[in-house]
């Protein structure tokens, strides 16, 4: 079941800008947003989702309200999800989106 998050949607797509190949696709519960197929982050009901990288993984993780990605029991490292005031922060997030911005604009197009 899908649990999606209108507003905190709208305020990822203001995070994120004009990226040329931008894209969204219900994934994960909620909405992912990717550049030319690889994605960034993501938003559902009350947590975020961000694709940091690996070398801002610890950063990423001393944030309150950060945790790794665990998905079907597998940890994935350079993935965190956010939640609580953290995810109201503007500049938190500004901070994750760059991050996730700088690790995906390495990556091949998939498209």
């Known amino acids: 079941m899908m649990v999606r998050d209108p507003g905190m949607e709208e305020v990822m797509r203001k995070d994120l800008g004009a990226i040329p190949g931008l894209g969204e696709k219900p994934m994960f519960g909620g ?3 990717l550049s030319h197929g690889n994605m960034i982050c993501a938003i559902r009901e009350g947590r975020g989702m961000y694709r940091v990288g690996r070398p801002h993984e610890a950063a990423a993780l001393d944030i309150p309200g950060s945790e790794r990605m665990v998905h079907g029991g597998h940890a994935y490292p350079g993935w ?3 939640s609580g005031d953290s995810l109201s922060d503007d500049k938190i997030r500004a901070r994750l989106t760059g991050w996730a911005m700088k690790t995906v604009r ?3 197009p998939k498209e």
């Open 31 to 33: 909405l992912c947003f």
């Open 80 to 82: 965190i999800w956010l």
């Open 106 to 108: 390495a990556l091949p």
